[in-house]
Structures are given as C-alpha cells and as structure tokens.
C-alpha cells in the first residue's frame, strides 16, 4: 500500500521561502503524475503545481514564477519550493499522485504566511 508523506510546512514571513517535500512510502512508479494542490480555510481545493512522467510541469497562474515542483524519482519523492511567499499562500498544502485509476493523497502540511 502506497502512502504519501509529507514534510516542510511551518511559519514563514511574507516574502520568505518554504520547500514541501512528499515521500510515497512502498515506493511509486515514475509514471505517476505527482501534483501539489492547496486549501485555505472555508476554499475549495485547487491545484498549485503538477509534474508528469517526462518532468513537463503546469502551475496555477498565481504560482508560476515563485513555485517550482521537482521529483526526484530515486527516492520517490516530489518537492514544492515556494518563494517569495505572500499571505494569501496561507493554507494547507496536499500532495497527490495519479496514474490510471489510481488517486493518492497525502495527510496535508499547513503553511501560514505571516509576520
């Protein structure tokens, strides 16, 4: 059974940095489309960041130039850097893996954006 772990969350000032990093114990193919989605309280979840099998990547417009998602497939691990990060990143960040059928989510990491 494939489980998604993540880590990296906390409290940061506007304009610093973070890095959220996923682990998918029992190991994942590199097929799997690996994606970050965010949901601030009372908001529906949406999509941040997303990383296919040939490491082409799409972000959420607001993102783009500030996040960046990488994998590293020899340690079944995907990352999120977030830069430059504004109080309205505030929410709780969730990693998710797809491959056919196959939709896996991680626990949540919050990150509160505040000085």
């Known amino acids: 059974q494939v489980q998604l772990v993540e880590s990296g969350g906390g409290l940061v000032q506007p304009g610093g940095s973070l890095r959220l990093s996923c682990a998918a114990s029992g190991g994942i193919s590199s097929e799997y489309v690996m994606g970050w989605y965010r949901q601030a309280p009372g908001k529906q979840r949406v999509l941040d960041a997303r990383?296919?099998?040939?490491?082409?990547?799409n972000y959420l417009s607001s993102v783009k130039g500030r996040f960046t998602i990488s994998r590293d497939n020899t340690k079944n691990t995907v990352y999120l850097q977030m830069n430059s990060l504004k109080p309205e990143d505030t929410a709780v960040y969730y990693c998710?893996?797809?491959?056919?059928?196959?939709?896996?989510w991680g626990q949540g990491s919050q990150v509160t954006v505040s000085s």
């Open positions: 990383i296919f099998s040939g490491s082409s990547t």
């Open positions: 998710n893996a797809r491959y056919g059928k196959m939709d896996l």
